[in-house]
């Protein structure tokens, strides 16, 4: 299995920025599809933007042209940089690697993000 552990998330006020960081386990790091997920208390857990082997992102229209997901293979890292919070972004966030020889999913335990004045 794939383990990953996110870090950075945290306290802020609306219109503040914050940078998610989610380092994982394995050789193979580099081929897999990495993501960021959230859940807000009472709702589903939602996509929040992915990013190919490749480094082409794709991102949910809520955070389109506010987050920007970035990857440092080198050091099996995935970034979410968060701009422009607003209090609908309060959720849990989580790191997700989608393995596509297995066709398998693997999650983190999760960072708290809280977004209020």
């Known amino acids: 299995q794939v383990q990953l552990v996110e870090s950075g998330g945290g306290l802020v006020q609306p219109g503040g920025s914050l940078r998610l960081s989610c380092v994982g386990s394995g050789r193979a790091f580099s081929i897999y599809v990495m993501g960021w997920y959230r859940q807000a208390p009472g709702n589903q857990r939602e996509l929040v933007a992915t990013?190919?082997?490749?480094?082409?992102?794709n991102y949910a229209d809520s955070v389109k042209g506010r987050f920007t997901i970035s990857r440092d293979n080198a050091k099996n890292t995935v970034y979410l940089q968060m701009n422009s919070l607003k209090p609908e972004d309060t959720a849990v966030y989580y790191c997700?690697?989608?393995?596509?020889?297995?066709?398998?999913?693997?999650w983190g335990r999760g960072t708290q993000v809280t977004v209020s004045s």
């Open positions: 990013i190919t082997s490749g480094g082409i992102p």
């Open positions: 997700n690697a989608y393995r596509p020889v297995l066709m398998r999913n693997d």
